[in-house]
């Protein structure tokens, strides 16, 4: 157990005569009596949460910060014993994992007045709490993850204190950083918005980047939210129904195997209505090649003119399909050049 000495703070207790004690400084609910027994992390998290007293039934397992608060070294064990008598002069646990190492989370040592943080399988006393957040705000982010484009752009995330109190937040990308970057947002206090922008990935291997923001003293901080972007070798379909394929193999050795980009749009024919027709209009042989894609994400044209894709980011950017496209002379007779779309399906996860 590694432990850091806490500031004192003297609660304003009422004791409601029900087993529950109330801080009205932070308006906190706090269970009396220490749980019986005691409590691997993990148990400490489930009894709070299935904890039934005084008519309540939201009780959850303190923050380091709420946690903190019952802290008064006038006293040994360093609590007021008049509103919380037979505390063990021990660790109890909060639900605050540490930020560094995720199998330890924070607690309190009321014999020393101390914070510390602790291996979760590793036994200490529990003390549920319920109610407001006077002097706590409450971090949350959305959303916590977002797959983006292959393609440079934007994207954002909203911040909110869903807490009573004031609360002060900052972000920072802690990964990432090299293709990812916070334009406007990186603070502020309560709500507020996270603009970020980020390069095209030319790589063949998707990649993601965190963004870590912390509110101080607040409820679930810090939050890590995610940024993942696939490779440039993903076909992209976008609003208006544009399908770019960035990188298409012409399985013909006898031509060297070639490689092209492409462009389609979706193209409704009222003689064919059944059909999901895409039109071709551009495309070109790709002259210099500085992207390497692996077999399985190659979008590839058969010598019987039909294109295999096997992976298509739809708009939302998270769902993928596989599709399959073949030419169609019959419809390609004004000039233009047609695929019909002959199987599609979303690609698993």
């Not at 030419?327 to 007779?333: A, E, G, N």
Request: hydrophobic share 35%; with cysteine; aromatic share 14%.
């Amino acid at each position: 157990m590694v432990f850091f000495a806490c500031p004192a703070w003297a609660g304003n207790y009422v004791d409601n005569g029900d087993g529950t004690v109330t801080d009205t400084s932070t308006g906190l609910m706090w269970q009396q009596t220490t749980a019986p027994g005691t409590y691997t992390w993990y148990q400490a998290m489930s009894y709070c949460g299935s904890l039934s007293l005084a008519g309540y039934t939201d009780w959850w397992l303190p923050t380091i910060d709420e946690l903190k608060s019952l802290i008064d070294t006038s006293y040994s064990p360093t609590i007021n014993p008049t509103y919380f008598p037979g505390t063990a002069a021990s660790w109890y646990w909060s639900s605050t994992t540490d930020a560094s190492y995720t199998n330890y989370a924070w607690s309190v040592s009321f014999y020393y007045g101390y914070d510390g943080y602790g291996n979760k399988p590793n036994p200490s006393y529990v003390r549920a709490v319920r109610g407001g957040h006077g002097l706590f705000g409450n971090l949350v982010i959305s959303p916590v993850s977002r797959d983006v484009i292959k393609d440079a752009g934007n994207t954002t995330f909203s911040v909110s204190n869903t807490g009573t109190g004031t609360m002060p937040w900052s972000a920072s990308v802690i990964s990432g950083g090299s293709w990812l970057t916070i334009t406007s947002g990186a603070s502020g206090t309560n709500s507020g918005t996270i603009n970020c922008s980020f390069t095209a990935n030319t790589s063949s291997s998707a990649r993601t980047a965190t963004i870590r923001v912390t509110a101080t003293g607040a409820t679930g901080s810090p939050v890590d939210v995610t940024v993942t972007q696939p490779t440039g070798c993903t076909a992209t379909l976008d609003g208006n129904l544009m399908l770019h394929i960035s990188v298409l193999s012409y399985l013909n050795p006898s031509w060297g195997a070639p490689s092209f980009w492409a462009y389609f749009v979706y193209e409704y024919n009222p003689t064919y209505p059944a059909l999901i027709l895409f039109k071709m209009t551009q495309a070109a042989i790709i002259t210099v090649r500085t992207l390497s894609c692996k077999t399985s994400e190659t979008s590839t044209l058969s010598d019987d003119l039909k294109i295999h894709i096997p992976n298509v980011l739809l708009a939302d950017g998270i769902t993928l399909l596989s599709v399959d496209m073949e030419y169609s002379p019959v419809l390609s007779t004004d000039g233009n050049i047609y695929f019909v779309v002959t199987k599609y399906g979303v690609v698993p996860n």
